[in-house]
């Protein structure tokens, strides 16, 4: 178990065990013993492009405890508001205050990743051009998509995006962001 309020925390699994430690192999970082294949192929798919290196980074220097889940069992959701596919999904469950500051930090957040839902937008992208922010992700495999939607759903676990939560502005706003130069950077690679 990682004890909790003793400074960086990073990535865990459900049990709270670290995943990756950026202190292995001489400050290069790696994987601990806890480490799935899952875990592994979450962070290859993230590690493809300098964005995606950048949020890894985040994850795995956080001060917040954040679990990722690829969950393969549930069936393709969408949101019934507007339609949309849901990917991904980002709860902040324990939150806490900056003993200096008073504001809002983020202690334990939970990264959901619908496996069956990401499978079909790359499937869709055989017959028709499908797009993200206006960005076209077609060309793109499995693991390029899963790899922006992780992009995107870290910057959530951000003490900066709970505190844009606070104020009740957007908090979409710069996950689309860096998910946008995610793709453009994997399309990018392929040149
Ligand atoms: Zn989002």
Redesign the pocket.
Known sequence: MTPTGMGPEDWVDKNGNLVYDPSLNDGKGGFTEHATNTDKNIARSLRQTKTGEEQFQKLVNSDAEIQIELDSKSEIKTNPKNGEVIV?E?QNYELGLDAKTGDITVSKSKIVLFEKTIDAVVDATETQDIKFEGESINGLNFSEVLGSVVA??IE?TTNENERTARKNED??TI??LIQVKMIKELKENKR
Request: charged share 35%; net charge negative; glycine share 12%.
């Open positions: 991904g980002t995107h759903e959530y908090t979409e996950p689309k």
